[in-house]
């Protein structure tokens, strides 16, 4: 069923600036790779907590309400969360009466820490080498806690189906409806999954044309297939929001026909890129997926199309990719 609605000309509050978010045609960076097709990016960053995140909240807070799982006063949301899921929890319990608890890994930006904070989120931050099957890995640490404190639940967004629901319902419809059912390609990257396996069902049935869905999965992560793409990676990736050592289970991996293994500089030069370029204020996993874009797309043709989700917003990262020095640190720059 689609949920598109269109939007009053006054907010009962921010929570309904959800959706129905920009898709933006990328002239220059396109243009300079040779793509004969058109490019398209959908900025999620638009969305009232800065990503995508918010559609999928908004969709499992609801679904909770309606069943009577969660209370405003009574429930404690727990969210194991790389940052933008929490912060889209912490809006939403802040205006609608839940306590929080985030937990997430050290390697998160601080920028995410301190939104979280303001927001009135509690944080508990787990070291960022905890590998999935270690109790400090910090949806083990989330787990831990539900036993502990009393009405507490887990957001889940790994195993909640609402979260690809969400996105199958509000955002492919949005990009359908834009593209009037004709999409190429499509290209996103994969964190939870959701947004992958939502988007590319839908697309998959309705689209008009033969739509192929590329999934972006950093080196170092363990999600793409062929197996043989998953090469190890000796540093720690310092991407935010893609990439893990496990197959999340709302991530059905049959939907992507093509996986793409980005790495750390170019994701970021790529993000740079968007912002120095098209003026689009994104974080690093959309560099990622633009820079996937641009190698998938190059067998396109000029009547056709590929569409690039743009996750969230480079808020998030004023102290890393943004910051000259931060660049140069982790030799994604030379020194300038
Ligand atoms: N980019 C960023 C910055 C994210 O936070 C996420 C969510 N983890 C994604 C991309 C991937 O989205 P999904 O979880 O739907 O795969």
Known sequence: MSQLSSRPKILD??????????????KKIGKEQGLKCELLAKCEFFNASGSIKDRIVKRMIEEAELSGSITPGKTTIIAPTSGNTGIS??????LKGYRVIITMSEKMSQEK?????????????????ASS?????????????CDEIPNAIIFDQYNNQYNPIALYDTIAEEILESCDYRIDMFVAGV?????????????????????????VDPFGSTVALPETLNTKSTTPRQIEGIGHDFVPGVLKREFVDEWFKSDDKS???????????????????????????????????DDQRCVVILADSVRNYMTKFLSDDWMCQYGFMDDV
């Open 191 to 215: 964190g939870t999954g959701g947004t992958i396996t939502g988007i590319a069902k839908k697309l998959k049935e309705k689209c008009t044309t033969n739509v192929k869905i590329i999934g």
């Open 13 to 26: 509050s921010i929570l309904e600036n959800i959706g129905q978010t920009p898709l933006v045609r990328i």
């Open 133 to 145: 099957d270690s109790p400090e890995h910090h949806i083990n640490v989330a787990k831990r806690l």
């Open 113 to 129: 820490v301190n939104t979280l904070k303001a927001l009135g989120a509690e944080i508990i931050r787990t070291p960022g080498e």
């Open 89 to 94: 929890i912490a809006m939403t319990a802040a």
């Open 267 to 301: 994701s970021f030069m790529m993000a740079r890129r968007l912002i120095s370029d098209e003026g689009l204020l994104c974080g690093g996993s959309s560099g990622a997926a633009m820079l996937a874009a641009v190698h998938a797309a190059k067998d396109l043709q």
